[in-house]
Protein backbone atom coordinates (compact mmCIF):
# COMPACT_ATOMS: atom_id res chain seq x y z
CA UNK A 1 0.00 0.00 0.00
CA UNK A 2 1.49 3.22 -1.04
CA UNK A 3 1.98 5.82 2.13
CA UNK A 4 -0.89 8.34 1.21
CA UNK A 5 -0.61 11.84 2.29
CA UNK A 6 -3.78 12.71 4.68
CA UNK A 7 -3.33 16.78 5.81
CA UNK A 8 -0.78 19.21 4.37
CA UNK A 9 -1.06 22.78 5.61
CA UNK A 10 0.28 26.08 4.96
CA UNK A 11 0.35 29.10 7.21
CA UNK A 12 0.45 32.46 5.57
CA UNK A 13 2.09 35.95 6.63
CA UNK A 14 0.11 39.08 6.39
CA UNK A 15 2.06 42.51 5.99
CA UNK A 16 0.64 45.81 4.21
CA UNK A 17 2.39 48.66 5.76
CA UNK A 18 6.10 48.57 5.59
CA UNK A 19 8.41 50.33 8.64
CA UNK A 20 8.87 52.56 6.10
CA UNK A 21 5.65 53.65 5.56
CA UNK A 22 5.06 51.95 1.84
CA UNK A 23 2.24 50.24 1.30
CA UNK A 24 1.12 47.12 -0.39
CA UNK A 25 -1.81 48.50 -2.70
CA UNK A 26 -3.39 45.14 -3.31
CA UNK A 27 -3.50 44.63 0.39
CA UNK A 28 -4.54 47.97 1.70
CA UNK A 29 -7.77 47.53 3.46
CA UNK A 30 -11.04 49.76 2.60
CA UNK A 31 -11.09 51.82 5.72
CA UNK A 32 -12.63 55.28 6.17
CA UNK A 33 -10.78 58.15 7.45
CA UNK A 34 -12.15 58.38 10.51
CA UNK A 35 -11.29 54.91 11.21
CA UNK A 36 -7.81 55.73 10.38
CA UNK A 37 -7.90 58.48 12.82
CA UNK A 38 -9.47 56.93 15.25
CA UNK A 39 -6.72 54.05 15.30
CA UNK A 40 -3.82 56.23 15.39
CA UNK A 41 -5.16 58.54 17.83
CA UNK A 42 -6.02 55.81 20.28
CA UNK A 43 -2.91 54.27 19.66
CA UNK A 44 -0.80 57.69 20.27
CA UNK A 45 -2.92 58.21 23.44
CA UNK A 46 -1.99 54.92 25.08
CA UNK A 47 1.30 55.26 24.66
CA UNK A 48 1.16 58.79 26.33
CA UNK A 49 -0.90 56.68 29.17
CA UNK A 50 1.58 53.84 29.41
CA UNK A 51 4.33 56.35 29.72
CA UNK A 52 2.89 58.19 32.59
CA UNK A 53 1.58 54.91 34.14
CA UNK A 54 5.13 53.99 33.95
CA UNK A 55 6.56 56.69 35.65
CA UNK A 56 3.96 56.92 38.44
CA UNK A 57 4.81 53.43 39.61
CA UNK A 58 8.36 54.62 39.68
CA UNK A 59 7.22 57.83 41.99
CA UNK A 60 5.66 55.33 44.62
CA UNK A 61 1.85 56.53 43.47
CA UNK A 62 1.20 53.42 41.42
CA UNK A 63 1.31 49.74 41.95
CA UNK A 64 3.27 47.47 40.24
CA UNK A 65 2.42 47.95 35.89
CA UNK A 66 2.75 45.81 32.89
CA UNK A 67 4.00 48.49 29.96
CA UNK A 68 2.46 47.65 26.33
CA UNK A 69 5.29 50.32 25.09
CA UNK A 70 5.74 48.47 21.59
CA UNK A 71 2.49 47.01 21.33
CA UNK A 72 -0.09 50.06 20.81
CA UNK A 73 -1.41 48.10 17.45
CA UNK A 74 -1.75 44.65 18.64
CA UNK A 75 -3.94 45.82 21.46
CA UNK A 76 -5.78 48.66 19.98
CA UNK A 77 -6.82 47.25 16.97
CA UNK A 78 -8.58 44.08 17.43
CA UNK A 79 -10.62 45.57 19.79
CA UNK A 80 -11.90 48.01 17.45
CA UNK A 81 -12.66 45.54 15.54
CA UNK A 82 -15.86 44.56 17.59
CA UNK A 83 -19.04 45.29 18.77
CA UNK A 84 -19.91 45.68 22.13
CA UNK A 85 -22.23 43.19 22.60
CA UNK A 86 -19.16 41.07 21.37
CA UNK A 87 -16.99 39.08 24.25
CA UNK A 88 -13.72 40.70 24.63
CA UNK A 89 -10.98 39.49 27.19
CA UNK A 90 -7.85 40.74 27.55
CA UNK A 91 -5.00 39.47 29.48
CA UNK A 92 -3.13 41.25 32.09
CA UNK A 93 -1.31 43.11 29.58
CA UNK A 94 -4.46 44.78 28.03
CA UNK A 95 -4.78 48.32 29.00
CA UNK A 96 -5.06 48.83 25.54
CA UNK A 97 -8.08 46.64 24.73
CA UNK A 98 -9.84 48.57 27.32
CA UNK A 99 -9.60 51.97 26.22
CA UNK A 100 -10.47 51.39 22.71
CA UNK A 101 -13.41 49.86 24.17
CA UNK A 102 -14.37 52.87 25.56
CA UNK A 103 -13.27 52.26 29.29
CA UNK A 104 -11.54 55.47 31.41
CA UNK A 105 -7.66 55.20 31.91
CA UNK A 106 -8.81 56.44 35.63
CA UNK A 107 -10.06 52.57 36.09
CA UNK A 108 -7.24 51.22 34.59
CA UNK A 109 -4.75 53.42 37.19
CA UNK A 110 -7.18 52.01 40.07
CA UNK A 111 -6.56 48.67 39.32
CA UNK A 112 -3.06 48.86 39.22
CA UNK A 113 -2.83 51.06 42.22
CA UNK A 114 -4.14 47.71 43.79
CA UNK A 115 -8.48 48.99 44.16
CA UNK A 116 -11.49 46.44 42.61
CA UNK A 117 -12.91 49.29 42.10
CA UNK A 118 -10.83 49.43 38.81
CA UNK A 119 -12.51 46.63 37.37
CA UNK A 120 -15.47 49.25 35.88
CA UNK A 121 -16.25 48.47 32.76
CA UNK A 122 -18.16 50.64 30.37
CA UNK A 123 -22.33 50.16 30.70
CA UNK A 124 -23.71 47.81 27.57
CA UNK A 125 -19.96 46.55 26.89
CA UNK A 126 -19.31 42.33 26.89
CA UNK A 127 -15.64 43.39 28.77
CA UNK A 128 -14.24 40.68 30.97
CA UNK A 129 -11.78 41.01 33.63
CA UNK A 130 -8.27 39.94 33.13
CA UNK A 131 -6.38 36.77 35.03
CA UNK A 132 -3.68 36.74 36.49
CA UNK A 133 -2.98 33.51 36.37
CA UNK A 134 -1.67 33.01 32.45
CA UNK A 135 -4.34 30.80 30.34
CA UNK A 136 -6.90 30.01 32.48
CA UNK A 137 -9.03 32.47 30.61
CA UNK A 138 -8.33 30.59 27.16
CA UNK A 139 -11.56 27.93 28.08
CA UNK A 140 -13.56 30.26 29.40
CA UNK A 141 -13.35 32.50 26.20
CA UNK A 142 -14.75 28.86 24.60
CA UNK A 143 -17.60 29.03 26.50
CA UNK A 144 -18.33 32.37 26.01
CA UNK A 145 -17.86 31.76 22.23
CA UNK A 146 -20.32 28.49 22.71
CA UNK A 147 -23.02 30.67 24.61
CA UNK A 148 -23.22 33.21 21.47
CA UNK A 149 -23.37 30.68 19.12
CA UNK A 150 -26.93 28.90 20.76
CA UNK A 151 -27.94 32.63 21.50
CA UNK A 152 -27.84 33.19 17.63
CA UNK A 153 -27.25 36.85 17.89
CA UNK A 154 -24.09 36.67 15.47
CA UNK A 155 -21.93 37.77 18.55
CA UNK A 156 -17.80 36.77 18.90
CA UNK A 157 -15.96 36.07 21.60
CA UNK A 158 -12.26 37.70 20.98
CA UNK A 159 -9.33 37.18 23.49
CA UNK A 160 -5.81 37.91 23.47
CA UNK A 161 -2.52 35.27 25.43
CA UNK A 162 0.97 35.67 24.74
CA UNK A 163 3.54 33.26 23.13
CA UNK A 164 4.34 31.89 26.52
CA UNK A 165 0.62 31.16 27.74
CA UNK A 166 0.59 29.37 24.14
CA UNK A 167 2.30 26.85 25.57
CA UNK A 168 0.29 26.11 28.51
CA UNK A 169 -2.82 23.34 28.10
CA UNK A 170 -5.52 25.58 28.24
CA UNK A 171 -4.79 26.82 24.49
CA UNK A 172 -5.25 23.15 23.69
CA UNK A 173 -8.21 22.12 25.69
CA UNK A 174 -9.95 25.62 24.27
CA UNK A 175 -9.45 25.16 20.94
CA UNK A 176 -10.12 21.52 20.68
CA UNK A 177 -13.49 22.76 21.99
CA UNK A 178 -13.60 25.61 20.36
CA UNK A 179 -12.84 23.80 16.56
CA UNK A 180 -14.95 20.81 17.51
CA UNK A 181 -17.72 22.86 17.67
CA UNK A 182 -17.39 25.85 14.91
CA UNK A 183 -17.58 28.13 17.41
CA UNK A 184 -17.41 32.07 17.12
CA UNK A 185 -13.86 32.65 18.94
CA UNK A 186 -10.80 34.32 18.11
CA UNK A 187 -7.66 34.09 19.81
CA UNK A 188 -4.64 36.73 19.49
CA UNK A 189 -1.66 35.14 20.15
CA UNK A 190 0.17 38.32 20.76
CA UNK A 191 4.00 37.63 20.26
CA UNK A 192 5.98 40.19 21.77
CA UNK A 193 8.98 37.58 21.64
CA UNK A 194 9.32 37.64 25.24
CA UNK A 195 7.74 35.60 28.33
CA UNK A 196 9.06 37.30 31.46
CA UNK A 197 13.03 36.24 30.48
CA UNK A 198 12.32 32.94 27.90
CA UNK A 199 12.50 33.84 25.26
CA UNK A 200 10.15 32.47 21.64
CA UNK A 201 12.69 30.19 20.23
CA UNK A 202 12.62 28.26 23.41
CA UNK A 203 8.87 28.61 23.52
CA UNK A 204 7.88 26.20 21.28
CA UNK A 205 9.55 24.11 18.14
CA UNK A 206 7.30 25.69 15.02
CA UNK A 207 8.18 27.56 13.02
CA UNK A 208 4.98 30.05 13.65
CA UNK A 209 2.75 30.02 16.49
CA UNK A 210 -0.10 30.28 14.15
CA UNK A 211 0.16 26.89 12.81
CA UNK A 212 -0.71 25.44 15.66
CA UNK A 213 -4.27 26.17 14.56
CA UNK A 214 -4.03 23.11 12.27
CA UNK A 215 -4.28 20.86 14.73
CA UNK A 216 -7.93 21.54 15.83
CA UNK A 217 -10.01 22.53 12.60
CA UNK A 218 -9.22 26.44 13.32
CA UNK A 219 -7.88 29.11 10.90
CA UNK A 220 -4.17 30.25 11.73
CA UNK A 221 -2.49 33.32 10.38
CA UNK A 222 0.57 35.03 11.37
CA UNK A 223 0.40 38.93 10.75
CA UNK A 224 3.07 41.62 11.35
CA UNK A 225 2.03 42.87 14.89
CA UNK A 226 3.02 46.28 14.20
CA UNK A 227 1.33 46.83 11.34
CA UNK A 228 -2.10 48.51 12.36
CA UNK A 229 -3.45 47.65 8.98
CA UNK A 230 -2.40 43.86 8.32
CA UNK A 231 -4.32 43.33 11.99
CA UNK A 232 -7.22 45.34 11.04
CA UNK A 233 -7.43 43.36 7.88
CA UNK A 234 -6.28 39.66 9.65
CA UNK A 235 -8.90 40.36 12.65
CA UNK A 236 -11.94 41.75 10.31
CA UNK A 237 -11.81 38.69 8.29
CA UNK A 238 -11.33 35.95 11.43
CA UNK A 239 -14.62 38.18 13.32
CA UNK A 240 -16.46 37.82 9.42
CA UNK A 241 -15.53 33.85 9.93
CA UNK A 242 -16.95 33.78 13.35
CA UNK A 243 -19.94 35.37 12.57
CA UNK A 244 -20.21 33.19 9.13
CA UNK A 245 -20.37 29.75 11.82
CA UNK A 246 -16.99 29.35 9.87
CA UNK A 247 -15.15 28.53 13.34
CA UNK A 248 -12.60 29.93 15.31
CA UNK A 249 -9.24 31.95 14.66
CA UNK A 250 -5.75 31.89 15.76
CA UNK A 251 -3.95 34.81 14.83
CA UNK A 252 -0.23 35.47 16.09
CA UNK A 253 0.35 38.65 15.88
CA UNK A 254 4.13 39.29 15.91
CA UNK A 255 5.66 42.28 17.50
CA UNK A 256 7.29 43.51 20.54
CA UNK A 257 7.91 44.08 24.23
CA UNK A 258 10.34 47.26 24.14
CA UNK A 259 9.91 48.00 28.65
CA UNK A 260 10.17 45.43 31.19
CA UNK A 261 7.92 42.48 31.71
CA UNK A 262 6.40 44.49 34.51
CA UNK A 263 7.52 47.03 36.84
CA UNK A 264 8.90 44.14 38.87
CA UNK A 265 11.55 43.33 35.92
CA UNK A 266 14.61 44.35 34.54
CA UNK A 267 14.87 43.24 30.78
CA UNK A 268 18.62 44.19 30.61
CA UNK A 269 19.44 41.16 32.82
CA UNK A 270 18.38 38.80 29.87
CA UNK A 271 18.30 40.83 26.68
CA UNK A 272 20.69 42.81 24.17
CA UNK A 273 19.94 46.68 23.87
CA UNK A 274 20.74 45.90 19.96
CA UNK A 275 17.66 44.20 20.20
CA UNK A 276 15.58 46.08 21.47
CA UNK A 277 16.97 48.73 19.39
CA UNK A 278 15.79 47.08 15.84
CA UNK A 279 12.52 46.47 17.21
CA UNK A 280 12.53 50.00 18.00
CA UNK A 281 12.56 51.12 14.21
CA UNK A 282 9.64 49.41 13.79
CA UNK A 283 7.61 51.33 15.64
CA UNK A 284 3.91 50.57 15.00
CA UNK A 285 3.18 54.24 16.11
CA UNK A 286 5.65 55.95 13.57
CA UNK A 287 5.02 53.44 10.61
CA UNK A 288 1.09 54.51 10.71
CA UNK A 289 2.09 58.33 11.13
CA UNK A 290 4.21 57.96 7.89
CA UNK A 291 1.30 56.24 6.04
CA UNK A 292 -1.37 58.91 7.25
CA UNK A 293 0.87 61.47 5.89
CA UNK A 294 1.63 60.04 2.35
CA UNK A 295 -2.16 60.06 2.07
CA UNK A 296 -2.25 63.70 3.05
CA UNK A 297 -4.35 63.10 6.46
CA UNK A 298 -1.77 64.32 8.73
CA UNK A 299 0.74 66.66 9.38
CA UNK A 300 3.00 67.85 12.59
CA UNK A 301 0.48 70.41 13.37
CA UNK A 302 -2.21 67.88 14.17
CA UNK A 303 0.73 65.87 15.71
CA UNK A 304 1.45 68.21 17.86
CA UNK A 305 -2.00 69.09 18.86
CA UNK A 306 -2.85 65.20 19.57
CA UNK A 307 0.00 64.99 21.75
CA UNK A 308 -1.01 67.92 23.83
CA UNK A 309 -4.15 67.22 24.18
CA UNK A 310 -3.53 63.37 25.04
CA UNK A 311 -1.12 64.72 27.69
CA UNK A 312 -4.06 66.97 29.07
CA UNK A 313 -6.27 63.72 29.16
CA UNK A 314 -4.50 61.98 30.88
CA UNK A 315 -3.44 63.90 33.24
CA UNK A 316 -7.58 64.48 34.05
CA UNK A 317 -7.41 61.01 34.64
CA UNK A 318 -4.89 60.74 36.74
CA UNK A 319 -6.38 63.14 38.64
CA UNK A 320 -9.51 61.82 38.89
CA UNK A 321 -7.62 58.25 39.99
CA UNK A 322 -6.23 60.09 42.81
CA UNK A 323 -8.66 61.65 43.65
CA UNK A 324 -11.04 58.64 44.70
CA UNK A 325 -12.09 58.38 47.91
CA UNK A 326 -10.26 55.17 49.77
CA UNK A 327 -12.20 51.66 49.28
CA UNK A 328 -14.46 50.59 51.77
CA UNK A 329 -12.39 47.57 52.85
CA UNK A 330 -15.81 45.75 53.29
CA UNK A 331 -15.77 45.86 49.22
CA UNK A 332 -13.86 43.04 49.73
CA UNK A 333 -16.34 40.36 50.68
CA UNK A 334 -18.42 41.44 47.72
CA UNK A 335 -19.41 40.05 44.48
CA UNK A 336 -17.83 36.67 45.44
CA UNK A 337 -20.68 34.22 46.16
CA UNK A 338 -23.98 33.41 45.54
CA UNK A 339 -24.43 32.21 49.27
CA UNK A 340 -21.73 33.19 51.27
CA UNK A 341 -19.98 30.72 53.54
CA UNK A 342 -20.17 30.94 57.38
CA UNK A 343 -15.89 31.90 57.81
CA UNK A 344 -16.90 34.93 55.58
CA UNK A 345 -19.65 35.66 57.12
CA UNK A 346 -17.45 35.72 60.77
CA UNK A 347 -14.91 37.60 58.64
CA UNK A 348 -16.85 40.34 57.57
CA UNK A 349 -18.36 40.75 60.73
CA UNK A 350 -15.06 40.60 62.81
CA UNK A 351 -13.71 43.30 60.19
CA UNK A 352 -17.19 45.56 60.46
CA UNK A 353 -16.94 45.99 64.16
CA UNK A 354 -12.87 46.80 63.95
CA UNK A 355 -13.80 49.51 61.54
CA UNK A 356 -16.49 50.81 63.66
CA UNK A 357 -13.82 51.05 66.84
CA UNK A 358 -11.56 52.90 64.82
CA UNK A 359 -13.89 55.42 63.06
CA UNK A 360 -15.16 56.14 67.13
CA UNK A 361 -11.42 56.61 67.55
CA UNK A 362 -11.16 59.12 64.33
CA UNK A 363 -8.35 56.57 63.26
CA UNK A 364 -9.29 56.16 59.73
CA UNK A 365 -11.02 58.72 57.46
CA UNK A 366 -14.99 58.36 56.39
CA UNK A 367 -15.29 55.71 54.44
CA UNK A 368 -18.03 55.76 51.52
CA UNK A 369 -20.79 52.96 51.32
CA UNK A 370 -19.95 49.45 50.57
CA UNK A 371 -19.88 48.61 46.97
CA UNK A 372 -21.20 45.77 45.51
CA UNK A 373 -24.05 42.56 46.86
CA UNK A 374 -22.89 40.71 49.82
CA UNK A 375 -25.34 37.86 50.32
C1 LIG B 1 -0.35 29.95 35.70
C2 LIG B 1 0.71 30.99 35.83
N1 LIG B 1 2.01 30.62 35.83
C3 LIG B 1 2.97 31.56 35.94
C4 LIG B 1 2.64 32.88 36.05
C5 LIG B 1 3.74 33.95 36.17
N2 LIG B 1 3.79 34.70 34.91
C6 LIG B 1 3.23 35.92 34.82
S1 LIG B 1 3.40 36.56 33.30
C7 LIG B 1 4.28 35.23 32.76
C8 LIG B 1 4.83 35.19 31.34
C9 LIG B 1 3.77 35.34 30.32
O1 LIG B 1 4.36 35.56 29.07
P1 LIG B 1 3.49 35.77 27.77
O2 LIG B 1 2.38 34.79 27.73
O3 LIG B 1 4.41 35.77 26.62
O4 LIG B 1 2.81 37.20 27.99
P2 LIG B 1 3.50 38.65 28.05
O5 LIG B 1 3.78 38.94 29.49
O6 LIG B 1 4.73 38.62 27.23
O7 LIG B 1 2.48 39.61 27.54
C10 LIG B 1 4.42 34.28 33.77
C11 LIG B 1 5.15 33.01 33.62
C12 LIG B 1 1.27 33.22 36.04
N3 LIG B 1 0.84 34.48 36.11
N4 LIG B 1 0.33 32.27 35.92
MG1 LIG C 1 5.19 37.40 25.60
Not at 41 to 55: L, N, S
Not at 106 to 127: A, I
Not at 224 to 230: F, Q, T, Y
Not at 322 to 333: A, K, V
Request: aromatic share 10%; charged share 25%.
Amino acid sequence: MPVKTVFEGKTERLEILAADGTIDKQLEPKLSQEKLLEIYTKMVEIRVFDERAYRLQRQGRLGTYPQILGQEASQIVPALCLKPKDWLVPTYRGQGAYFARGMQLRYSLLYWGGDDRGVRFPDGNNDMIFSIPVGSHLTQVAGLAWAAKLQKQGHVALTYLGDGTSSKGDLHEALTFAGQFKLPAIYIIENNHWAISVPREKQAATATLAQKAHGYGAWGLQVDGNDALAIYKAVFDAVARARAGDGPSVLELETYRLGHHTTADDASRYRSEAEVEAWRRRDPILRLKKYLEARKLWDEDREMRLKKEAGEMVNGEIEAYESFPPPNPLNMFANNYATAPWNLIEQRAELEELVKVKQAKKEVVELPPVEGRFP
